[in-house]
């Protein structure tokens, strides 16, 4: 079947480093996607990988493993803002469609 | 400005009352899907659609029905809704493209009693 595994929730210090990560078993690959989502509010996308590595936009960094079936995404210089929950979703082979984890929650102390 | 409008934001309603959700988008995006968000359980999909007078089931179709009549709107209709259709359901629309990334409509909490 097609799964895809993040933890429930987090927690870190503001200023720290997360790294929040996300394995996945589907049936095909074409991209893996990260998503922000802010409580009560629509999910805004932050990245795409596609090829193995690392993709580095400001603060944000995700990085890919297809052997591994691996992504993390990883947030620098903690900000207060950054308190939401964290989607990760793989595009299957061929179509539009996304499969999407439950996300993670991250919460950020002062 | 690119977007995606969903009508009503916010909905309660009484069991088997017919309502109807409208989704619009103004970037030409080909594709067009509906979720439906629950704790714990992440973003389901409900159904989809490729292009005009072109949809398909999702993982969570039962209850739902949807059209696509035109390539800007999506609405998704409840014919006889029920407590446990009481979720936070998001519109979303995609074009092709490198990322073929989803952009996400504000979202109606519908509340069924």
């Known amino acids: 079947g097609q799964n895809i595994d993040q933890p429930t929730e987090m927690t870190a210090t503001e200023g720290a480093i997360v790294q929040i990560n996300c394995t996945y078993q589907?049936?095909?690959?074409?991209?893996l996607f990260w998503y922000q989502q802010h409580a009560g509010e629509a999910p805004t996308f932050l990245s795409y990988?596609?090829l193995d590595g690392l993709e580095e936009k400001g603060r944000f960094s995700s990085f890919l493993s297809r052997s591994k079936g691996y992504s993390y995404l990883l947030l620098k210089e903690l900000q207060m803002k950054d308190s939401a929950s964290y989607l990760c979703?793989?595009?299957?082979?061929?179509?539009?469609?996304?499969?999407w984890g439950a996300g993670t929650k991250l919460i950020i102390k002062p | 400005e690119a977007q995606v409008t969903q009508n009503p934001r916010y909905l309660i309603t009484v069991t088997g009352k017919k309502l109807t959700v409208t989704c619009s988008q103004n970037?030409?995006?080909?594709?067009m899907s509906w979720y439906r968000q629950d704790p714990g359980l992440g973003l389901r999909q409900i159904y989809y659609?490729?292009?005009?007078?072109?949809?398909d089931k999702g993982d969570v179709p039962e209850g739902y029905k949807v059209s696509r009549k035109e390539k800007r709107n999506f609405p998704l209709i409840l014919e006889s809704p029920s407590p446990n259709q009481t979720s936070l359901y998001f519109c979303?629309?995609?074009?092709?493209?490198?990322?073929?990334?989803?952009?996400f409509g504000p979202g109606t909490r519908l509340t069924v009693t």
């Open positions: 979303a629309s995609s074009s092709g493209g490198r990322t073929y990334e989803q952009y």
């Open positions: 970037m030409n995006h080909e594709y």
């Open positions: 659609s490729m292009n005009v007078e072109v949809t």
């Open positions: 589907t049936s095909g690959f074409n991209g």
């Open positions: 990988n596609v």
């Open positions: 979703a793989v595009r299957d082979a061929g179509n539009y469609q996304l499969i």
